[in-house]
């Protein structure tokens, strides 16, 4: 008996190991499938991304887009004239329509974002492999970027590499261009030779805000641009007028009544950092436009300067506009003084009005970058010159502004504010 037992006991541990390890090998190799079919699926997702639906004319016209459209997160922009809001890959897929005649979903957009973001992820790993600190901070800055930005951070050329379309390997030489500007703690400039401005009658050739402090101690500059070159740059960047128009009233009415070549648009990245205990006493003009400074006083410095190879009569407009209204207005005006083979416009001794003083010290009180540039999104000023006698435009610069950390360079980038919907129809109407 006890042998039967003992016989009956092999037998049924026998039967329940071989099912519970048939279980355990029929489990694992359905969890291999599967995760073989995700592999395989996922590669065959972004061979078909890469490869079957965005063909290089696709690729090209999408890389185009992510540099006209930065990441914007969840904000949307209106169209003007067609009263539709869009958010970053609606306006990227539109683009593409445009630009192909192909048609891309949000989604896929979307999608092929993600995919590019993975992939650049990995190749930035992969070269980083031989540094694990590096490779650790890699990893950090990327957690807290979108797969949109990571994208477009390596395809949208860096604002401290390229201005206005130029390298900025010269960058010494413009240096000594600045320096030159500065003397005795006051905004002027000495002649240059001309640059040429392609089809303009006219073009800005110096643009600078900033302030002199008191007892003439010293000179902080917010931005400035320098030569008009920047305004006849063949491969200059192009940005839709509808993209920027809810941020400037009546821009689309004038860029339509033309010429359409004098609008620009300017982003600029300022520099807020100055000495706040220079500023307590701040000297303003008066109602004839003249300056009664004091010598313990600073002046905030409003300075540009024109060029033309013709005299013209010309009037000067500078608006800042907040959440889309015009908030305060300064308009000059000036005679050309023939210098170095073309007339000259100076309007440098000029001084910002007593709300732009009060909008910057109240901005620079704010706490953090982040929440001056949330307030800067709603605001923007533009500078219009028209020849007086006829009232035509000459040149418009629709400025938008973004400020930056302590201790980072100031700059900007000049882009040509065109009608991609225009374009578009002509360039049908003439195929």
């Known amino acids: 008996i006890a042998v039967e037992l003992f016989v009956c006991r092999i037998k049924f541990f026998s039967r329940f190991y071989l099912l519970f390890g048939l279980k355990i090998t029929c489990w694992k190799s359905w969890w291999e499938r599967r995760e073989k079919g995700r592999m395989t699926t996922t590669m065959s997702r972004d061979m078909d991304d890469n490869d079957g639906v965005w063909s290089p004319d696709i690729e090209d016209a999408f890389a185009e ?40 979903s949000r989604k896929q957009v979307s999608s092929h974002i993600q995919v590019l973001a993975r992939k650049r992820q990995r190749e930035l790993q992969t070269q980083l492999k031989t540094n694990p600190e590096a490779a650790q901070q890699l990893d950090q800055a990327l957690r807290n970027l979108s797969s949109a930005e990571i994208v477009s951070s390596t395809i949208q050329p860096q604002r401290t590499m390229s201005f206005g379309g130029r390298d900025n390997a010269d960058s010494d030489v413009m240096q000594q261009q600045r320096d030159a500007i500065l003397q005795e703690g006051a905004f002027q400039r000495d002649s240059i030779t001309y640059n040429g401005i392609g089809k303009l009658r006219l073009a800005m050739d110096y643009f600078c805000t900033g302030i002199t402090y008191p007892y003439n101690s010293g000179v902080h500059k917010f931005y400035e641009v320098t030569g008009s070159h920047f305004f006849a740059d063949p491969n200059m960047e192009c940005v839709d007028i509808s993209q920027v128009s809810d941020k400037f009233p009546l821009l689309e009415e004038m ?175 003439t195929a």
Request: negative net charge.
């Open 65 to 104: 887009a992510l540099q006209l459209y930065p990441p914007c997160g969840r904000r949307k922009i209106v169209i003007g004239g067609e009263g539709k809001m869009y958010g970053r890959n609606e306006l990227i897929a539109r683009y593409i329509k445009m630009k192909t005649g192909k048609v891309r």
């Open 255 to 429: 860029y339509h009544h033309g010429p359409k070549e004098s609008f620009f648009l300017i982003k600029f990245w300022i520099d807020l950092n100055y000495d706040e205990t220079q500023t307590m006493k701040i000297a303003h003009e008066d109602e004839n436009g003249i300056l009664r400074q004091d010598s313990d006083a600073c002046v905030f410095n409003l300075a540009a300067r024109f060029e033309s190879l013709e005299d013209l009569p010309i009037e000067c407009c500078t608006t800042a506009i907040s959440l889309g209204k015009v908030a305060a207005e300064k308009i000059q005006v000036e005679v050309g003084n023939f210098e170095g083979g073309r007339y000259l416009y100076d309007f440098t001794s000029g001084t910002m009005c007593e709300y732009m003083t009060q909008f910057l010290a109240q901005l620079r009180s704010l706490n953090g970058v982040e929440v001056m540039n949330m307030v800067l999104e709603n605001f923007a000023v533009t500078q219009s010159v028209r020849d007086r006698e006829n009232g035509d435009v000459l040149f418009h610069a629709a400025c938008l502004f973004e400020t930056i950390p302590p201790g980072s360079p100031s700059g900007h980038h000049v882009y040509k504010l065109i009608d991609f919907g225009e374009e578009a129809l002509m360039r049908r109407n």
